[in-house]
């Protein structure tokens, strides 16, 4: 039997997701299609959601599949999805199918991030525009961001740090928005805490936010010049799968791309 206290502990975390989401109880209620006075209740605790409930009202809010299993806890229901670490022999066919995409990517680098931004895996062309980093910064877990924008890290080799900074800054606080993330709360404050490069020029802030940021990184006597793209698992059920990332990167121009496709061909 539920108790009543439950009941209101989903309430109050249903509630908090709504207003995340910054839309009125109306709102969801017509995209869910239940009355707007029985999700008022469910809200206040007045009356018990049904599993099947709470799990339609979590997938029109997007809450990630880690937090819907806290919905229903919340609501008195077990956990439906499930969480398996990468190396689970029931995962092998995701690894094999991200170690395909990131060798096929080559001589573009292309990383795998879990939902912290910690470094899963990477092909061979990675390795090469982080050589000399700090070892400190190199131990696994290794913190894609915090590699990235450290004072001692690739910041001091990327030639537009302000707007690649800015760019990864939006990222990452929308990112916190909509998991609520206490961990990655806890990342974006650390990373603006380290010294915010000066900006170059007018209109910085605005390039920051264009759709494409390229990121300009110096490597050795060459400048090389990225685009990258997100990709992500489709409709997945599990945990871990939902949060893994796909990061790869393509040339923003002609001489970045031939650079690494000689680079790919002398390491070959």
Do not use: C
């Amino acid at each position: 039997m539920q108790t009543e206290p439950q009941t209101a502990h989903f309430g109050k975390h249903l509630r908090e997701w709504r207003q995340r989401r910054r839309m009125s109880q109306l709102e969801l209620a017509l995209d869910a299609e239940v009355s707007a006075r029985h999700l008022s209740f469910v809200e206040t605790g007045r009356s018990q959601p049904s599993r099947e409930m709470v799990l339609r009202l979590a997938e029109r809010l997007e809450v990630p599949l880690r937090e819907r299993n806290v919905l229903l806890s919340a609501a008195g229901f077990a956990p439906v999805f499930p969480e398996r670490g990468i190396d689970d022999p029931s995962l092998r066919s995701a690894r094999e199918a991200v170690g395909l995409v990131l060798k096929g990517h080559e001589p573009y680098p292309a990383l795998a991030i879990d939902r912290h931004w910690t470094l899963v895996a990477a092909n061979t062309a990675l390795p090469p525009l982080l050589a000399g980093l700090p070892q400190t910064l190199m131990e696994p877990p290794v913190n894609v961001l915090r590699l990235s924008l450290h004072p001692d890290g690739l910041s001091s080799r990327i030639v537009n740090l302000p707007q690649w900074r800015a760019h990864l800054l939006e990222r990452l606080r929308r990112q916190v928005e909509l998991t609520a993330d206490p961990v990655l709360e806890a990342l974006l404050r650390e990373l603006q805490g380290y010294p915010a490069p000066r900006l170059a020029g007018p209109g910085i802030r605005a390039q920051a936010f264009d759709v494409v940021v390229p990121l300009k990184l110096r490597v050795g006597d060459h400048i090389l010049s990225f685009i990258s793209t997100t990709t992500i698992f489709g409709t997945p059920q599990e945990i871990t799968l939902s949060e893994l990332a796909l990061e790869t990167f393509f040339p923003a121009d002609a001489a970045t791309g031939e650079i690494l496709r000689a680079s790919g061909r002398n390491g070959a």
